[in-house]
């Protein structure tokens, strides 16, 4: 199947459009179903796209990229592997074996994209600094501009020269660049943590943060069972408040009763 020029527009057009779908208005246009419905959709076979991108989708649940951390982009795995699935007739199977190590690589241009918006921010910052709020926003929005393009210019190259094209640049990365885009994605996760811990009540709830610290450190509970223990208490937390209200209001009830009495 040779691809043609608007297909190749829309694709790119939505892999731009699902990542800013997926960090402002999350209608779920980002997830790797979603990615191979549309690329099947766009290529005229949406069972190989659902097949590609519902495989795809079993990789990702319960894995975000809270505190800035970089996962595997699956969903331009799926557009991808959907892609070559289709154009080799080779079926889906194929497109899986492909799209994963895509969306391995995708890691790397996620980091770039990251630290490729730090120029924005810090004009932002500056822009700030002297009252210029209007400009400072439309900072933010030009930050856009590299992290779409982190996704576009990848599915416009791979569906215009084919999975060759990903193979090659895949097995030829070098890797002094490998080993510094994995390093700093390390640090990154750590920053955004250090960030949001700043505006969350830590000294109210320092006892849930050590517990959590103690489980996953020490125990090395996995993220989910750390989860259901921190849901276990919040129930727990919550029905001891409730009780504790009713308490309160029985004794307000029970002292309005006595001074009426009197």
């Known amino acids: ?47 190989t796209g659902l097949m590609v991108g519902g495989t795809l989708n079993l990789l990702v649940l319960g894995i ?27 079926g889906a199977e194929f497109g899986v074996t492909l799209a ?26 500056k822009l700030v600094d002297k009252g210029e709020f ?49 390093t700093a994605g390390g640090i990154l996760p750590s920053l955004g943590i250090a960030i949001l811990l700043r505006y969350l009540p830590v000294s109210k709830n320092i006892t849930y943060l050590i517990l959590g610290f103690f489980l996953a450190a020490y125990l090395k509970v996995p993220v989910l069972g750390a989860a259901l223990v921190g849901l276990g208490l919040a129930i727990l937390s919550f029905q001891m408040s409730n009780e504790k209200q009713a308490v309160q209001q029985e004794s307000t009830v029970m002292a309005g009763g006595d001074m009426g009495d009197e």
């Open 100 to 125: 994963i190590p895509i969306g391995l690589l995708m890691i790397q241009l996620d980091i770039l994209a990251r630290f490729s918006n730090t120029f924005f921010q810090h004009r932002a910052e």
């Open 1 to 47: 199947m040779t691809i043609q020029w608007w297909q190749i527009l829309m694709l790119t057009l939505y892999a731009g459009l699902a990542f800013y779908d997926g960090n402002n208005t999350t209608f779920g246009t980002v997830k790797p179903t979603m990615a191979g419905f549309v690329a099947g959709l766009v290529l005229g076979d949406i069972r």
């Open 64 to 90: 975000g990229n809270f505190g800035g951390a970089s996962i595997p982009d699956y969903m331009t795995g799926a557009l991808l592997g959907t892609v070559f699935a289709i154009t080799s007739g080779q």
């Open 134 to 182: 209007d400009a400072a926003a439309r900072m933010n929005l030009f930050g856009l501009i590299p992290q779409s393009l982190s996704r576009m210019l990848p599915v416009f190259l791979a569906v215009v020269f084919g999975s060759a094209f990903v193979e090659l640049v895949v097995n030829n990365l070098p890797m002094w660049l490998m080993n510094g885009l994995k």
